[in-house]
């Protein structure tokens, strides 16, 4: 049979095939007041703008079982919109056109899906799109693949027009998937996009999902804009191509991960990727591991802030930080959590211009050569001095194999060490090193070390280069190394209530109240010694 209007009263069909061979004109369409319900159906459209199904001004579609197939450009498998409703269980959806979505709800258009099946290989088509306000989408048990991609000119994900979707929520759109897997393979593709365009900001809700990626540019999951909001549970993220990101927030998002593992595989592929002021992204028990290059488990940008508890990073390549934040404003808070670095020069936890980092129970260890536990770095950017830093450490631990428990490379800033922090330090230049300062393009530093009940530190402080200013204070804590200092540097030590074992080069004044002991193990040299 050829297409089918429904405007009113009900249409039930079983075993039937229609097909649309013309521009505009769907294989059935349903509106007003009617309902169509078709069992084991079969509906194609071969020309453009021709969606299979139609449901439109309160058309009502119930379909079980059956295929599904469009080819022309902006013909959709499932269409609803203007509270037109469409129920599907059972079906497959095959689309090939550009733009050709397999289920696409607009705006106050509602779609529910359940144990379908949907390909699309079109530039543009998306697997599930809910587009506008009141736009709603419902599944569970569903198979997504799209391999549609951008042309091969587009260089970053920000101009990826081409790129196909697994599921995109724009423009006050909404949806919620159980139990599915998204696989996007064309270029810059991403599993799942939540996106604001205008003041109305779009939903997603997630739980029992896998998401995978296999193409260059992808990512993952990405949320952008200050009204969107995704909350993910129980889920898995893996990516397989380099700069390939797990999960990106952006421009304001607000966005929640529970129990939420991400893979990524190739180089520049961040586990967690979150800029912009007001964009929040919150984290409970989620697993997070990266393989290649210069792929961070977390890293945080332009004021956004990130929040973790019970997380877990692990990363392996080399220059793959941990956790790493950036620029005045930006605010990561750790809670519970193990980070782990295996590659060269990858610190735990690193900080520069401006960034806060928190971290509370937290087991930090750096494996690789040049990797601190804890790097805090300064120096000019774009040619200007860059902002002072501040990193607290509550409890838990810090360990390097080859490099020192924290480096100060020409910082600025404040690190606060407290409440039985476990510190095992790695050789740096043959000695074990506590901490390390130095220069950075010939920046020296300008850093406050605060100390508060930690007993059994071990290894060198020290200070290399010039110009530096560095203050460290101990409280109620004990230290067993030497304070190696190069002339003509500023170098401050305060001990109160605390025990200290080693000796002093080039100290400017050592400070002993009249409850702590300075244990001086070889000749020593400081411009001043109180003891008080």
Known sequence: PSSLVVSSGTCNESGVQRKSST????????????????????????????????????????????????????????????????????????????????????????????QV???????????????????????????ISTSGQSPPEVEDKDSADGASYGALARDGGSITLERSVIETRGRAGIGIYVIQE?????????????????????????????????????????????????FWAYNGAQASLANVQINTIESLADGILAHDAGTQVRLTGVDIQT????????????????????????????????????DSGTTVTIENATITT???????????????????????????????????????????LTAPVQVSVTGGSLSASQGPIVLADGAR???????????????VDGQLTFVRVTEAGGTPSDFTLSVDRVAGIVGAFSVTGSGHTVDAAFNRSSWT??????????????????????QATNATSISVDQSSTWRITGSSTAGTVTNA
Request: proline letters at 1%; hydrophobic letters at 35%; zero cysteines.
């Open 198 to 246: 205008g003041k109305e900001g779009s939903t997603f809700y997630g739980n029992g999902l896998k998401i995978y990626t296999y193409s260059t540019l992808s990512a993952g999951v990405v949320v952008e804009g200050s009204s969107s909001q995704l909350n993910l549970t129980a889920s898995e993220i893996q990516t397989a191509e380099r700069e390939a990101v797990g």
């Open 117 to 143: 099946n949907i390909t699309t290989t079109g530039q543009r088509g998306d697997g599930l799109a809910a587009v506008g306000s009141g736009a709603i989408i419902f599944g569970s048990n569903l198979q």
């Open 342 to 384: 295996a590659g060269v020069d990858a610190p735990g936890l690193f900080a520069w211009d401006g960034a806060t980092i928190d971290a509370t129970n937290a087991s930090v260890a750096a494996a690789g050569a040049n990797s601190a536990a804890i790097h805090m770095r300064g120096g000019l950017r774009n040619g200007t």
């Open 481 to 502: 190394g030497d304070l190696v200092v190069d002339p003509a540097n500023t170098v401050n030590v305060a001990l109160a209530r605390s025990w200290w074992s080693g």
């Open 23 to 114: 521009d505009n004109t769907p294989a059935v369409s349903v509106g007003e007041d009617g309902e169509y319900i078709g069992n084991n159906v079969n509906f194609s459209t071969s020309n453009a703008q021709s969606s299979a199904v139609h449901s439109y001004n309160g058309g009502r579609v119930n379909l079980t079982a059956g295929l599904i197939i469009t080819q022309g450009l902006r013909s959709f498998g499932l269409r609803a919109l203007d509270s037109g409703t469409i129920q599907a269980t059972g079906i497959t959806i095959e689309t090939s056109g550009g733009e050709g979505q397999g289920a696409l709800a607009g705006a106050n258009g509602k779609i529910t899906l359940d």
């Open 291 to 326: 393989r290649g290059q210069f792929s961070y488990g977390i890293y945080a940008t332009g004021a956004s802030t990130v929040s973790a508890s019970g997380l877990s990073v692990r990363t392996t390549g080399n220059a793959s930080r941990g956790v790493a934040v950036v």
């Open 413 to 427: 800033g404040v690190l606060t060490l407290s409440d039985s922090v476990v510190l095992s330090p790695g050789t």
